[in-house]
């Protein structure tokens, strides 16, 4: 089982970013799969995840009307779309998956207990 992230880079504030997510090892649309993200000296944090069947969605109120999840189970990937970036977005964002029995999208983003772990990916946000 492995999460790949890439996408990840230096970008300005207001600027934009897609990052992706492909699994393999596992069938993602059996899975909530969620982007989590930990800036330098804080906590991780839930950034958004989405439900496996339905695709419902969750936002953290920070990034609520910015950025953007998605999922393309055919493809085995999800993705995050990052606009109007902010430097207080700096942070490595990782994915991580927990299988659809054990969760949803609001409750995998807020209790962070995912099953799989993704490796990570550098975005710094900055002029």
């Known amino acids: 089982v492995q999460l790949v992230e890439s996408g990840g880079g230096l970008v300005q504030p207001g600027g934009s970013l897609r990052l992706s997510c492909a699994a393999s090892?596992?069938?993602?649309?059996?899975?909530?799969i969620g982007w989590f993200r930990q800036a330098p000296g804080k906590e991780r944090e839930g950034v958004s995840c989405i439900q496996a069947s339905n695709s419902a969605t969750f936002y953290t109120n920070s990034v609520e009307g910015r950025f953007s999840i998605s999922r393309d189970n055919a493809k085995n990937t999800v993705y995050l779309q990052m606009n109007s970036l902010k430097p207080e977005d700096t942070a490595v964002y990782y994915c991580?998956?927990?299988?659809?029995?054990?969760?949803?999208?609001?409750?995998?983003?807020?209790?962070?207990?995912?099953?799989?772990w993704g490796q990570g990916t550098q975005v710094p946000v900055s002029s």
């Open positions: 090892g596992f069938t993602l649309d059996d899975y909530v």
């Open positions: 991580a998956a927990r299988h659809r029995v054990f969760t949803s999208s609001k409750v995998l983003c807020v209790t962070a207990n995912p099953r799989y």
